[in-house]
């Protein structure tokens, strides 16, 4: 597996390892995407323990407002996060 294989499989597993908490598995309920991101990106996201903060993000996320976050909608965060990143690297 490829450096770039074994990342993206990272994303997969910290999503799963959120997901499988309450309700549908395969989802994020607000509290689920609430401790992905207080842990995993609170170095990243500002805010993060503020619930004003995540409820922005999740109503965001959520875009077929079925007040669960699959990890097709997950994956606009991640690309907001990487490319917040990107543009980090250059300043």
């Known amino acids: 597996m490829t450096k770039l294989e074994e990342h993206l499989e990272g994303i997969i597993n910290v999503f799963h390892q959120y997901s499988v908490r309450v309700g549908n598995f395969d989802t994020l ?14 170095n990243t996201i500002k805010n993060t ?8 993000i999740f109503q965001e996320l959520d875009a077929d407002r079925d007040q669960q976050v699959t990890f097709s909608e997950f994956t606009s965060l991640i ?6 990143a990107h543009e980090n690297i250059h300043k």
């Open 79 to 84: 690309g907001r996060v990487l490319e917040t």
């Open 49 to 56: 323990k503020d619930q004003a903060t995540i409820d922005k």
């Open 29 to 42: 309920s607000k509290g689920e995407l609430k401790q992905l991101i207080t842990k995993e990106l609170a």
